[in-house]
């Protein structure tokens, strides 16, 4: 892995005149691998230019909206100021007033991209942009299927081959670049109703399992039993329950249990003994250990402060 140069504090501009000024005086050299004037940028494979930016010392302020194909290698990449973690097969947007931060980038990385800079004869009237560049986000990261990839590289691809044409036609180029914008548009809706739909699903895994806990858990206090009810393993039943609620499966089966104790202890006159046999204890001895432990007070003590309360 590498590590880039120490960070600045505050953003630079990174606008097209800037990738101007870095890029031209490697024409010679890297030419093969970069297209650039003042309306379009285009990065094809090369991780030089991109080990070419991080040396002008970031974080970076954008100004135009970027699209890229991360294709190979790793990268630590801060997007306004969330960590991220990019792999091979990531669709990457930068959009307007992002800063990005290039933490890490392994040595053999590989990335397809383009911007579109202020000058770019954008092809959608305003109001009718894609969702993903209306504006309503600045920036996403989204792991899609190799099909995916496939399909951006072959416009990119396609893009690459109209801009070195010695006829630079602008009307085909925004209307490729307008295709590319609309298969990016498409994963990012198809990854909204993705995450809709997990969460959907770990919407009813959740309220399946308090309806469970609500009715078994006097003689149920392992999650393996509801684990098993809801055909899930206990880790994933686990991991489901704290993502969904920020709670421990453990907590909400403990809360319901301490609940229905201080119920008995409450409203009848039922002897610990009975209490903890009713309840699914091994012995009362375990019932007062628990009760204390999740309550900071013993079940006696407990009782007779109610009915103190009463009186």
Same mark, same amino acid.
Not at 111 to 125: N, R, T, W
């Given at each position: ?10 953003? +630079? ?28 940028? #285009? ?17 970076? !302020? &954008? ?6 194909? =991360? ?5 630590? #990449?801060?997007?306004?100021?969330? %960590? ?9 947007? #930068? ?13 053999? @990385? ?9 000058? =770019? ?21 989204? *792991?899609?299927?190799?099909? %995916? !990839? ?18 630079? *036609? ?12 609309? *298969? ?14 997990? *969460? ?22 392992? @999650?393996?039993?509801y684990a098993r009810r809801i055909c899930l393993t ?17 907590d909400w089966i403990d809360r319901a249990l301490v609940?229905? !104790?201080? &119920? ?5 006159? +039922? ?9 699914? =204890? ?6 007062? +250990? ?18 103190? +309360?009463?009186?």
């Amino acid at each position: 892995m590498q590590n880039p140069t120490k960070m600045s504090k505050t953003p +630079k501009l990174m606008d097209a005149r800037r990738m101007q000024d870095i890029l031209t005086a490697q024409a010679d050299t890297m030419g093969h691998s970069f297209f650039i004037n003042n309306e379009l940028g #285009i990065v094809y494979g090369d991780a030089r230019v991109f080990r070419l930016v991080v040396k002008q010392r970031p974080p970076f !302020i &954008i100004n135009d909206h970027r699209l890229g194909i =991360f294709v190979r290698g790793e990268a630590d #990449i801060n997007f306004n100021l969330q %960590d991220r973690h990019i792999t091979p097969g990531t669709l990457i947007y #930068i959009g307007p007033g992002t800063i990005i931060n290039p933490i890490r980038l392994s040595s053999d @990385i590989e990335v397809y991209g383009i911007g579109l800079f202020a000058d =770019f004869p954008m092809p959608f009237a305003p109001g009718h942009w894609p969702s993903a560049f209306n504006g309503q986000v600045r920036d996403f990261q989204i *792991h899609v299927a190799p099909e %995916d !990839i496939t399909t951006a590289r072959n416009i990119i691809d396609t893009l690459w081959h109209i801009v070195r044409q010695p006829d630079y *036609h602008r009307p085909t180029v925004s209307a490729t670049v307008a295709a590319l914008m609309h *298969h990016y548009d498409e994963a990012y809706r198809r990854n909204i109703a993705d995450q809709a739909m997990v *969460h959907t699903q770990k919407q009813t895994i959740f309220d399946r399992f308090i309806s469970l806990v609500n009715q078994h858990c006097r003689e149920q206090h392992q @999650i393996a039993y509801y684990a098993r009810r809801i055909c899930l393993t206990e880790r994933y039943l686990s991991t489901v329950i704290r993502q969904a609620s920020g709670i421990t499966a453990k907590d909400w089966i403990d809360r319901a249990l301490v609940t229905r !104790i201080k &119920i008995e202890l409450r409203h009848t006159d +039922k002897p610990l003994t009975q209490i903890s046999d009713e309840m699914g =204890f091994p012995n009362p001895s375990f019932f007062s +250990k628990y009760f204390r432990r999740l309550t900071g007070q013993t079940a006696l003590d407990y009782r007779r402060g109610q009915e103190i +309360k009463r009186e």
